[in-house]
């Protein structure tokens, strides 16, 4: 199964593809992740592409479609995987197809998550991650059980250095002019589902609505 994450900075994506993840055994491919992942170990890409990330830019397509066709190329990716965070461009979104396409495969599902903007800095200013093993927590919304500490694996949790107020309102800024055009790219070929995952709608609820889709289309 193949399954696409849209929506804007905070709207749930990584929480849903974590959850995504357990139920279903196949990887969740991040391109956020892979970009930190590659700042954090000092590679050509990583350097090229935090610049961007801490002005609230989007890299480079050639640079993030050159990643994905390695990543995807790698054997976990064989039953399937759940995309987070690509593409985020009508040029990503074109290569994407040619990237399945070589590969004999195509998309099952996309999912947009849609939640207002207001909440959306409420989020992002609260949210804590663990750089070990990636989980996510919100200082209220879902706070570990020990402050600033993993609950999986007792990692010291760490604020994201774009999740600051004038780097999110780029960032919002990008989904909106760059990013929501996706939705008539997959609507027109019938593919797109929206997911309310409003103020109230706990992460649970909203899983339990996006595996309804899933279920529903088969
Ligand atoms: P990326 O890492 O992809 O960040 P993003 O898209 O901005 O999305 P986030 O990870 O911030 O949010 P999310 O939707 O995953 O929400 P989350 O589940 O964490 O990209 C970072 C940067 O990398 C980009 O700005 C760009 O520079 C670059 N980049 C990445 N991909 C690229 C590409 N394809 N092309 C070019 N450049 C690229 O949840 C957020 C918070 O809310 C958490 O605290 C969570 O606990 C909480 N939460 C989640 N769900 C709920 C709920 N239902 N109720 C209450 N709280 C909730």
Redesign the pocket.
Known sequence: MIMMLL?A????????AQKLVDKFGIPQI????L?RQNVREGTALGAE?KR??DA????P?DL?IRMMDDRLGKDDCAKGFIL??????VP?ADALLGLLKKRGLALDHVLS?EVPEAELMA??T???TCPACNS???VT??PPRKEGLCDKCGGVLIERS?DNDATISN?LK?YRDQTAPLKDFYGRNGLLCEVT?SPG???DM?FETALAIIGRKG
């Open positions: 929506g900075p905070g709207a749930g994506k990584g929480t849903q991040s391109t956020g992740d970009l592409a961007y990330m609230g830019k989007l890299a397509d993030i987070d965070g690509f593409p985020r461009t990503q998550f989020r992002l609260g949210r804590r996510m927590y919100h919304a879902n774009d960032r990008v995952a709608a706990t992460p909203v």
